[in-house]
């Protein structure tokens, strides 16, 4: 069973600009979350789906969204690019609605805003 | 203070060791935990799940999750060099929507 797929692996961006990423769950797994990675803060929750409807959102400003199709495939957009988002960006799904069932990550798409 | 602590290292240890990474944690409403290992430049891979008390083993891997201390440990036997790596300890709570928090994560070389 093919795992999580992300793409593009690597972005390079400048300030301003905006940035989708994209993500295809492992085939059967409704609930898709996304986090974001850096060397200071560590892993930190962004938002999760499931069923194309957010369910629950990290503490991230407005310029992070996202939005899940109804094949369960997810998309993060991230609007006005400040050099502080650049970060290791990675996407994980679960089979289960709440708990119960572990998260599969993805390797991420590494983003560098310049 | 954070919701999830754990060590982050780095630990170094010969080859054949056995290792023990940790975490702490303060939300008593976890009930799901998880262990995952990060090499450079790939995603967290899992290793373990849990979510009761008690201890798991996969092969050389064995996960313990103390509820009543809010401590999960994570003990790798007969380390190989292949095992170097970022540990990463992760939970959530029902109701939280698969929403983890994780520990810092702790470096592990294992030199031969």
């Known amino acids: 069973k093919a795992g999580v797929t992300q793409t593009p692996r690597y972005l390079i961006k400048t300030r301003g600009q905006q940035v989708t990423l994209s993500c295809s769950p492992i085939?059967?797994?409704?609930?898709v979350s996304w986090y974001q990675q850096t060397p200071g803060q560590g892993l930190q929750f962004l938002f999760e789906y499931f069923s194309e409807t957010q369910r629950n959102k990290g503490n991230f400003p407005g310029r992070f969204s996202g939005r899940q199709f109804s094949n369960s495939r997810s998309e993060m957009n991230v609007s006005t690019l400040e050099l502080g988002d650049s970060a290791l960006y990675l996407c994980a799904s679960s089979l289960a609605e709440d708990g119960n069932s572990p998260l599969h990550f993805g390797n991420g798409t590494r983003l560098t805003v310049t | 203070q954070k919701e999830v602590e754990q060590d982050p290292g780095p630990l170094s240890v010969p080859e054949g060791a056995i290792v023990s990474l940790n975490c702490t944690y303060s939300n008593s409403a976890f009930q799901y935990f998880m262990w995952y290992r990060q090499y450079s430049r790939k995603g967290p891979e899992l290793l373990m799940y849990?979510?009761?008390?008690g201890n798991k083993e996969d092969g050389r891997f064995t996960a313990q999750v103390d509820k009543s201390s809010k401590y999960i440990s994570l003990f790798i036997r007969d380390s190989q060099p292949s095992d170097s790596a970022t540990y990463l300890c992760?939970?959530?709570?029902?109701?939280?929507?698969?929403?983890?928090?994780f520990g810092a994560g702790t470096r592990l070389a294992v030199h031969p």
């Open positions: 992760a939970m959530y709570s029902s109701g939280g929507y698969n929403k983890l928090i």
């Open positions: 085939s059967g797994h409704r609930s």
């Open positions: 849990t979510y009761s008390s």
